[in-house]
């Protein structure tokens, strides 16, 4: 598959669980990132992570985790979240973290905690 | 603190009409603004940015400094136009950071 994918499209998960959400960017880009999305809410950047190293940290709890094990995988570990937390998840990249790069985005992960 | 708002939650017009789609900023300096759209089941794409002076799909935007807007025009709406519109600023400093209107949904009716 082309582009930015990312899975699971869909999940459900309690508040003690622990789950991860992963994208996959088939770009060759060196730079990707987390948003979230709540309802009526306007989308929020989470993390930017450039060349594998975490560049932005947008006062996001700790109960999420970020982990960019290379340029083309990005991961969002998800432990002890809160209700609040339901929204859609959505991963982008960039050619480059420089902010005149187009960024390109995944389908997302619709996330409901119970 | 930067902010973008776009006032309409929803722009509803008929098939030829012309489309403006508001989008205000709030930002200390030389700003990069953007406007990202989103079809139905489909994903956010970038439609198009100040710095090109482009017009896309026969949309055009005009940054105005002075009124600190970058409205989205196009003269003759088109059914395939409808879609859900955010209006994007490029943060200061040296990393991508995008910050997002909470969008406008445009439903251009036959």
């Known amino acids: 598959e082309t582009g930015v994918t990312q899975t699971p499209r869909h999940l459900v998960m309690g508040m003690t669980n622990k789950k991860s959400l992963k994208c996959e960017q088939h770009?060759?880009?060196?730079?990707m990132y987390w948003y979230k999305q709540s309802a009526k809410k306007p989308l929020e950047l989470m993390f930017v992570?450039?060349?594998?190293?975490?560049?932005e940290n947008n006062s996001v709890p700790s109960r999420f985790s970020p982990e960019c094990p290379n340029s083309s995988h990005l991961f969002l570990h998800l432990h002890t979240l809160q209700p609040e937390d339901s929204a859609l998840y959505l991963c982008?990249?960039?050619?480059?973290?420089?902010?005149?790069?187009?960024?390109?985005f995944g389908p997302g992960t619709r996330l409901t905690v119970t | 603190a930067q902010r973008v708002t776009q006032p309409e939650k929803l722009l509803s017009v008929f098939k030829g009409a012309p489309v403006e789609l508001k989008c205000n900023y709030s930002?200390?300096?030389?700003?990069?603004l953007f406007w990202y759209v989103q079809y139905s089941r489909q994903r956010l794409q970038l439609l198009l940015r100040?710095?090109s002076r482009e017009s896309i799909k026969g949309f055009t935007a005009d940054l105005n400094k002075g009124e600190t807007s970058f409205h989205l025009k196009k003269p003759f709406a088109q059914e395939e136009d409808s879609a859900m519109y955010y209006c994007?600023?490029?943060?200061?400093?040296?990393?991508?950071?995008?910050?997002f209107g909470t969008g406008t949904l445009l439903a251009v009716q036959p």
């Open positions: 994007a600023l490029s943060d200061p400093g040296a990393t991508n950071k995008l910050i």
């Open positions: 982008a990249s960039s050619q480059d973290s420089g902010k005149h790069y187009e960024q390109y």
């Open positions: 992570y450039s060349l594998e190293e975490r560049v």
């Open positions: 100040h710095i």
């Open positions: 770009l060759g880009h060196n730079a």
């Open positions: 930002y200390s300096g030389s700003p990069e």
